[in-house]
Structure formats: structure tokens, C-alpha cells
């Protein structure tokens, strides 16, 4: 009885290669996609035209077309116009666009949250624009952007499924091959959602207790 | 391009369905399971709860996948189009139950005192009083949870489900021009989301001008 109900653990060791492979693709992405997501916020919010148009295409084409979509653009989209990025790439380049997208939402709200009279009491004192960002402005943004970005973190982890679509060997993909071979997809497709859920719910319960920690004096 | 445009657009029609029957069960669903989160016994909130965080914590592949692939060998075999009704209406209820609880906690304890001080039943606190303060603060909400359940339909092309990104999928096989048909198909999704964002602002600046909320 007890084997039955937990024949699926001895899967789990089977998935861990593909858990690399996933943790991998979030890092890479969310390393690439913040930066982005700032760029983007500058250029949304800068004086050309030009730029400030294509940015608010690339955001809500990142935010508005589903994440299996904007893979599928990029892995069996791109050879159309002569470019043939691996499936590990196609998926770097989709999670990032949509990450800066998402992010950039983050960052301009908690630019947005930083009460006006700080920026005031900057020039008041005689700082300059960059010192005013850089001193006043920026510290107390991003204490409110990270548990946000942090939790940008662990739902890209959770995205980073949809890869198996495009055959990046990731959990699902090595989940489907273990059901492929010994046609006990129930078990297999548990050891995944333990995978899973092993790696968000510790993640998710240290994000809730930083925001607590940062949320202090505010 | 046109003939594309056509066979793509059929597809509207199964990613509106997956969406719409899984927004409302969900929603139906999320009740009940917002109503335990605050029930009196350990037992049933706990219960409540781990409901509540085991769906939020495993994709949404997986639990499409567990429902289509591996239900079988528990007797339960589904056709692709149920399979996804059934895998997002689950995953919905929690996430409903969440914005359900959200809501609720926003009133204040006065609302609960008052109604039993007139004597009405839990029930009928929940009918008239509670309900229709909570829905007009959630509205927006759910109607943000409306498009990304929107776009986590087009997981069901995985299983088969012949909705708009699987058909995008076979034309881009058929014409090899795999960028215009999968833009093409986003652009719908852009355009299917574009009324519930707008539902979404205009009762919340409504709601907002009413309640004099900053």
C-alpha cells in the first residue's frame, strides 16, 4: 500500500538534470530581463517619440501575448526571416522579453510609490538629478520593487515549463520522456509537481517573510 | 495570409470556451473554498489552505498534464476539450478563493457585529451584506485573473485541444511562415484581452470615484 502510494518518489531522481535545466533558463532570463525591464521604463518614459513607441510595443506584446506564444514566435517564427536560435535560446530570448516586460510594470510603479515631497526635499537641498535618483529616489524604489521582482522569480521558474514545448530539456520534458518509457504518467507527472512545488513553496514563504522585513519602516 | 488569418480565427471559438466555463466555475467554485479559509474548524481551513497553495505552487502544465496523461490509469480518461475545462476551472477556484479573501478582508469587522446584531443568519450575511460590498471591490480583480486565464488556454494546444495557438501551430507547418501565423495569433489574444482590460479600468475608476479610494 505504502509502495503503491509512493511509487512515484523513485522518479524524482530521474527529473533532477531537467530541474538544472530549468533553474538555469530562470536565472539567465531574470538576469537578462530586469535589466531590460529598467531599460524599458526609461525609454517608455524618455522624450523620443520613436523609442518611447517601440518600447510600449515590445511591453505589451511581452505582457499581453501568452508566454507559449511569444516561444513559439521566436523557435518556429525566426527561421522565416533566416535566423535559426536552438530551443534553449529561443526560450532565453522569449522568458527575457517577457520578464523585462512584466518588471518594467514593477519598477515604474515603485519608482511611482516614492512620495513626491522626497524628491522636493532632494532639490531643496541642492542635489542634483543624479544625486536625487541615485541617493533618494533609487534606495527607496527598490525596497519596494524586490519582493515584487522576487516573486517575478518564482513564477518564471513555474513558466519555465512551457520550454518543454519547444524541447528544452527540461522537468516536463524529461517527465514526459519517463512516461513515454514505463507509460506511468501519473507518477511521473507527480514526481514533477513535487519538483515544483518543493522549489516555490520555500521560495514563495522567504519572499513573504523579506517583504514583512522590508515593509518595516516603511 | 487571409486564408491564414481565417483558419486561425476558428480557433476563437475553443479558446473562448476553455475561458469562459473555466472563469466561471472557478468563480463559482472559489466560494465555498473562500468560505472555509475563515471556517471555525482547524480541520476544514487547513484543508482549505493546502488546496489553495498546492495549486499555486505546480504549473499550470503539470496539472493539465496529470489530469489528461495520468487520470487514465486512475479510470478517469477525458477528451482534450474537458480535460482543460476541468484542469483551469480547478486552478481557478483557488486563485478566485484568494481574490474572494482579499475582498473580505478589505471590510471591516463592523459589517459582520452589525448584521448580527439585526439577527440576520450567516447565510443571508453573506447574501446581502457581505456579497455585494466584496464583488464590487474584487470586480477588477477578477477581471485581471480573467486574461491570464485568457492566455494559460493556450496551454491546452499541448493536449490537443484545437484552439487558436494549435491551429496557428498546423498552419505554420502548412505554410512555413511560422512568424506571421504565431504573431498573428498573439495579436488575437491582445485584441481577445482588450475588452477585459477596459471592463477592468472603467469599474475601477467608477468604483474608485464612488468610494473616494486614493
Given at each position: 500500500?505504502?509502495?503503491?502510494?509512493?511509487?512515484?518518489?523513485?522518479?524524482?531522481?530521474?527529473?533532477?538534470?531537467?530541474?538544472?535545466?530549468?533553474?538555469?533558463?530562470?536565472?539567465?532570463?531574470?538576469?537578462?530581463?530586469?535589466?531590460?525591464?529598467?531599460?524599458?521604463?526609461?525609454?517608455?518614459?524618455?522624450?523620443?517619440?520613436?523609442?518611447?513607441?517601440?518600447?510600449?510595443?515590445?511591453?505589451?506584446?511581452?505582457?499581453?501575448?501568452?508566454?507559449?506564444?511569444?516561444?513559439?514566435?521566436?523557435?518556429?517564427?525566426?527561421?522565416?526571416?533566416?535566423?535559426?536560435?536552438?530551443?534553449?535560446?529561443?526560450?532565453?530570448?522569449?522568458?527575457?522579453?517577457?520578464?523585462?516586460?512584466?518588471?518594467?510594470?514593477?519598477?515604474?510603479?515603485?519608482?511611482?510609490?516614492?512620495?513626491?515631497?522626497?524628491?522636493?526635499?532632494?532639490?531643496?537641498?541642492?542635489?542634483?538629478?543624479?544625486?536625487?535618483?541615485?541617493?533618494?529616489?533609487f534606495p527607496q524604489a527598490a525596497r519596494l520593487a524586490i519582493p515584487p521582482l522576487m516573486?517575478?522569480?518564482?513564477?518564471w521558474f513555474q513558466f519555465s515549463s512551457l520550454a518543454y514545448v519547444i524541447t528544452v530539456?527540461?522537468?516536463?520534458?524529461?517527465?514526459?520522456?519517463?512516461?513515454?518509457?514505463?507509460?506511468?504518467?501519473?507518477?511521473?507527472?507527480?514526481?514533477?509537481?513535487?519538483?515544483?512545488?518543493?522549489?516555490?513553496?520555500?521560495?514563495?514563504?522567504?519572499?513573504?517573510?523579506?517583504?514583512?522585513?522590508?515593509?518595516?519602516?516603511? | 495570409?487571409?486564408?491564414?488569418?481565417?483558419?486561425?480565427?476558428?480557433?476563437?471559438?475553443?479558446?473562448?470556451?476553455?475561458?469562459?466555463?473555466?472563469?466561471?466555475?472557478?468563480?463559482?467554485?472559489?466560494?465555498?473554498?473562500?468560505?472555509?479559509?475563515?471556517?471555525?474548524?482547524?480541520?476544514?481551513?487547513?484543508?482549505?489552505?493546502?488546496?489553495?497553495?498546492?495549486?499555486?505552487?505546480?504549473?499550470?502544465?503539470?496539472?493539465?498534464?496529470?489530469?489528461?496523461?495520468?487520470?487514465?490509469?486512475?479510470?478517469?480518461?477525458?477528451?482534450?476539450?474537458?480535460?482543460?475545462?476541468?484542469?483551469?476551472?480547478?486552478?481557478?477556484?483557488?486563485?478566485?478563493?484568494?481574490?474572494?479573501?482579499?475582498?473580505?478582508?478589505?471590510?471591516?469587522?463592523?459589517?459582520?457585529?452589525?448584521?448580527?446584531?439585526?439577527?440576520?443568519?450567516?447565510?443571508?450575511?453573506?447574501?446581502?451584506?457581505?456579497?455585494?460590498?466584496?464583488?464590487?471591490?474584487?470586480?477588477?480583480?477578477?477581471?485581471?485573473?480573467?486574461?491570464g486565464l485568457l492566455k494559460d488556454s493556450a496551454l491546452a494546444s499541448t493536449i490537443g485541444?484545437?484552439?487558436?495557438?494549435?491551429?496557428?501551430?498546423?498552419?505554420?507547418?502548412?505554410?512555413?511562415?511560422?512568424?506571421?501565423?504565431?504573431?498573428?495569433?498573439?495579436?488575437?489574444?491582445?485584441?481577445?484581452?482588450?475588452?477585459?482590460?477596459?471592463?477592468?479600468?472603467?469599474?475601477?475608476?467608477?468604483?474608485?470615484?464612488?468610494?473616494?479610494?486614493?
Amino acid at each position: 500500500m505504502i509502495d503503491d502510494l509512493l511509487g512515484w518518489t523513485e522518479y524524482v531522481p530521474e527529473l533532477a538534470g531537467g530541474l538544472g535545466v530549468a533553474l538555469k533558463l530562470t536565472a539567465i532570463s531574470l538576469l537578462l530581463g530586469y535589466p531590460l525591464g529598467l531599460l524599458l521604463v526609461l525609454i517608455t518614459d524618455g522624450s523620443s517619440k520613436l523609442l518611447r513607441g517601440l518600447g510600449l510595443v515590445i511591453v505589451e506584446f511581452g505582457r499581453g501575448i501568452p508566454l507559449l506564444v511569444l516561444l513559439l514566435i521566436v523557435y518556429q517564427g525566426l527561421p522565416q526571416v533566416e535566423l535559426t536560435p536552438t530551443a534553449m535560446v529561443s526560450a532565453v530570448v522569449a522568458f527575457t522579453w517577457s520578464a523585462g516586460a512584466y518588471s518594467t510594470e514593477i519598477i515604474r510603479a515603485s519608482l511611482a510609490a516614492v512620495p513626491r515631497g522626497q524628491s522636493e526635499a532632494a532639490d531643496a537641498a541642492g542635489m542634483s538629478d543624479r544625486e536625487r535618483f541615485r541617493f533618494i529616489i533609487f534606495p527607496q524604489a527598490a525596497r519596494l520593487a524586490i519582493p515584487p521582482l522576487m516573486n517575478l522569480a518564482v513564477q518564471w521558474f513555474q513558466f519555465s515549463s512551457l520550454a518543454y514545448v519547444i524541447t528544452v530539456p527540461e522537468i516536463m520534458q524529461s517527465a514526459y520522456f519517463q512516461g513515454t518509457v514505463t507509460f506511468d504518467y501519473l507518477s511521473v507527472f507527480i514526481a514533477a509537481a513535487f519538483i515544483y512545488a518543493a522549489v516555490t513553496i520555500p521560495t514563495s514563504a522567504l519572499v513573504t517573510r523579506l517583504e514583512a522585513r522590508l515593509g518595516r519602516h516603511l | 495570409m487571409i486564408e491564414s488569418l481565417r483558419y486561425i480565427a476558428i480557433g476563437i471559438g475553443a479558446t473562448l470556451t476553455i475561458t469562459s466555463s473555466a472563469f466561471v466555475i472557478g468563480a463559482i467554485l472559489g466560494l465555498p473554498l473562500a468560505a472555509l479559509r475563515r471556517s471555525q474548524f482547524m480541520v476544514l481551513r487547513a484543508m482549505a489552505r493546502v488546496y489553495v497553495e498546492l495549486v499555486r505552487s505546480v504549473p499550470p502544465l503539470v496539472w493539465l498534464f496529470l489530469v489528461f496523461f495520468g487520470l487514465p490509469q486512475a479510470g478517469v480518461s477525458l477528451v482534450p476539450l474537458a480535460a482543460a475545462i476541468l484542469t483551469f476551472s480547478l486552478i481557478a477556484a483557488a486563485y478566485m478563493s484568494e481574490i474572494y479573501r482579499g475582498g473580505l478582508a478589505a471590510l471591516g469587522r463592523g459589517q459582520w457585529e452589525a448584521s448580527s446584531a439585526v439577527g440576520l443568519s450567516p447565510l443571508d450575511t453573506a447574501r446581502f451584506i457581505l456579497g455585494p460590498q466584496v464583488f464590487r471591490v474584487v470586480g477588477p480583480t477578477m477581471a485581471t485573473y480573467g486574461i491570464g486565464l485568457l492566455k494559460d488556454s493556450a496551454l491546452a494546444s499541448t493536449i490537443g485541444v484545437v484552439e487558436i495557438t494549435f491551429r496557428a501551430g498546423a498552419e505554420a507547418q502548412r505554410t512555413g511562415s511560422g512568424l506571421t501565423v504565431f504573431l498573428t495569433a498573439g495579436i488575437f489574444y491582445l485584441l481577445l484581452s482588450l475588452p477585459l482590460a477596459l471592463a477592468s479600468r472603467r469599474v475601477d475608476s467608477r468604483l474608485r470615484a464612488r468610494y473616494s479610494i486614493a
